[in-house]
């Protein structure tokens, strides 16, 4: 028995995330319930800090997304600001743990935004 299994080239792969990352940036351009950034865990609050990083990137990053929109900045200060997030100022398991994870998707995402842009 064969079994015949269709993979996505890059090109395809590269092209969907950019229609990804195009999504989510229309998606959080949008003035969204604070309670759409967050992970909620049964039985479990977030912390009083935690909450804090989710109010900051729940402040931030709609701003980011219709600056980005009207070109006001460049795929490079956006992916720059998720990566500064990711990985500077916080790491993606604290993130991990308290956003929700259309938003760690779409920050993952952006953080190889251009990477995306240079192979499309």
Request: hydrophobic content about 35%.
């Amino acid at each position: 028995m064969t079994v015949v299994c269709e993979v996505d080239t890059i090109e395809e792969v590269i092209k969907k995330n950019l229609e990804t990352i195009n999504d989510y940036i229309d998606y959080y351009q949008q003035d969204l319930p604070e309670d759409e950034y967050s992970r909620e865990i049964p039985d479990k609050e977030l912390s009083s800090e935690q909450l804090d990083i989710v109010n900051e990137i729940y402040s931030e990053l709609p701003n980011k997304c219709r600056e980005f929109k009207r070109g006001d900045i460049g795929a490079e200060q956006l992916q720059e600001y998720a990566s500064n997030l990711l990985y500077a100022k916080y790491n993606p398991d604290i993130l991990y743990e308290i956003l929700s994870r259309e938003v760690y998707d779409f920050l993952m995402l952006l953080d190889e935004f251009t990477f995306f842009l240079k192979k499309e």
